[in-house]
């Protein structure tokens, strides 16, 4: 073998690691205390007016119901349609079903600016609302963009920061790929999370501001302060920064670390894993169609919403805004809002000392495939009223009834505002013993973090709620 | 950090690069010498009975032309339906057409037994004809199973071995991953490609034999010797066993060697390969539309094919069998055959000595996604008389024309017999000079085969086409 020497020959940035975990150790020493980050934050509440009210579907600007179809639609054609889905699946209670389900065949761009501010990485986040966000105004990616956005054919006013992650030649990739949504409530949507590091000077205009990712991840602890879309952005970063030292236990820094170093191995290893996720993809089976929206037979469609005729699972529901932050000052527009709020849960535990997190190979109608990872638990309560517990999804009688063990992370945080109306959900990572009884259940496994952020490089491997969590868990503290 | 020590927590097999390179050196010194090997196959070719002969339309048993939709059906409603597919692309010469095309929803599994038999891995390769076949017999994948078979809900004999490949706590798997095949004729295809290693004994039926990696890439440089399935589930293998002595070049031996190993880099890191293809899968548009086959304007049905109206793509079929090594002895099906002979070329160059594979992100309509990775040419230029050559595919006119460098594989090799008659390709592989002329096309990029194999851990990255030139490039001695 022939040493390369001096090459057109590049090799990933073996810095970044280092560099990261820097950005993720630092609270205090960034270019703004959380005093500042907060009043900013604060602030940027106060002055982005954004009033929104539920409105009749008669309402509607610009939005019809298709004499045909009955779908929901815009009259451009654009932004999305609500439309209806036909199920069957040899998997669950339930073997076939139709509802609603957002069609947004578009791809948009979630990114998130890096940069170096006096030898510590800061993240660009923005200060947005959504008309269905929980709380207003949230921490965002530095750019939403659409399709239309991105390929500048779009007719509003240019989207800040947009060049960093068009002109890649100029700046440095750390992440980009494909990500799936919500399957129970999105058809096939893809969105592009992407992380890029510009080197040349950026000014953080009147809605941006950067934070570094230790405090970025206390963020991440409170109540509807950091978006979805922060949340799944944030998910995808390269490895190297997590278990930053603060309240955590020396053996939980430590078990973390050790999961994130494939050398440590894990129950699995990587090819196992890979072998058990290609089989459940391979023998589950879900067939789904998209029908009309006038074709779902238990949904009923009122004056002011389409619901099911058990007021369980989301109601489809109309909005109108009036905002003084972006191109187009009001509208109007439907939104989903579920009925109730969602409990996700991750249960860890430490296997000789390796972190590892139960996760489901999950089937969800919307998504591209037939399984993607999940957390342990992710349900709405609510919709299992009147169901025995037996018939309750696995695990979900421990984190209700029980007292399973130690928590380690507990929030309550909301979805993607420009689509959902309120969704919330309770996000909770909970420590349980090493002898914790997972019943063999072949659809969920214990993988270790290196694994699950192994997969994250990759499209369509884990869901958008086990994003959030391993988000949550990388930003443990 | 404590070390783990005695523990249930388990690390890939780091013994595995080692053992797959001395299986790839290994020609002389295997459990069968190449001469038992050719003898073995020409026996084979000699016992298996494989009579095939054209027939019309009507003489098909249990395959009829649905009344509405026009599709060619199985009367079972198993085994696949030929149905017509409308796409619209913003990218290529032609915007829309329609087609028929395969529609095969289950996933299959194609699976090699490995196994060290005297110290050396060996692969068991099986002797089998399909209908469609060039040269009758191939050697084949140790099982090629559907998914009725492999979920024992079948109803003729048990699949030999298949067991290997459904009790998996008990082996250990080298690969077992989903990947595409040809995205022009199937729709949304998926095979299972499964390399399990066994350590109990294996007993070799007839039809079966033992032979290494260094034997097989042999077989695999002669003409319609090893099937399309053999080879892409040898694509698939783990890394390790490249640029075996033989007679190659020292210095392209080095380069392989040093493609092979990340530290020494390529013209493109890892995370920037990975964001070129997120963005070609994200900008480039495909809507596809599964209609009748009755609704293929431009595509007639006689009594005995239905073809394009230019003679151009391919034909629909049908033959009748007669075997005497199946559970069913005689039967009539309908196979897709291409019209001319497909050039399947892959452009290699050393780059500071590290070799570089030029591969195109390529939408073909039955892709799950939009894109996959394929050679650098893939076309039958057959389909391109009467055209000009400027409206021809980037770089035929220099691989048809011209003498663009040093050929280091050229092969006919033909795809999967049981779906395709005669579908012969012409598969190259060719050494240009480090300044070839790429013109800096958005959807080329010269990869190494370290990014090339990272790829074919997961599904839907590398396209049939391209897997088979790497199972070539990987196999050149």
Redesign the interface.
Known sequence: ??A??K???????DTLAHRLAMSASTVDGGCNTMAEIRSWLADRAEKQLHQVARIPFAELRSWRFDEDSGDLRHDSGKFFRIQGLRVQSDFGPVPSWTQPIINQ?E?GILGIVVKEIGGVLHCLMQAKSEPGNVDGVQVSPTVQAT?SNY?RVHEGGAVPYLDCFRD?GRH???????QSEQGAWFYHKRN?N?IVEVDEPVEAHEDFCWMTLGQLHLLLREENVVNMDARTVLSCM?AGFEAAAGGLTDEMV?AI??SCD???????????T??WL??R???QVV?TELTGLSDVPRWRRTDVDIHHDEHRFFRVVAVSVLANSREVGDWTQPLLEPCGTGLIVLLVKR????LHALVNARAEPGY??TVELAPTVQCTPANYGGITSEQWPPFLDLVLDGDPGRILFDTELSEEGGRFHNARNRYRIIEVAEDFPDGGRPEFRWLTLHQLTSFL???NYVNVQARTLIACLRGLR
């Open positions: 073998m022939t390369v020497g090459s057109v020959l590049r090799v990933p940035d065949p791809i399709r390929l890649l440095r990739v750390l992440a980009d790929v494909l592009r992407m390269p430590t670390a050790l494939p050398a440590f191995g894990g129950l699995h290893t990587p090819q196992e890979m072998s290609t089989s993809e391979s023998e067939v296997v000789d000392g390796v591209r495939g490089g990759h499209s």
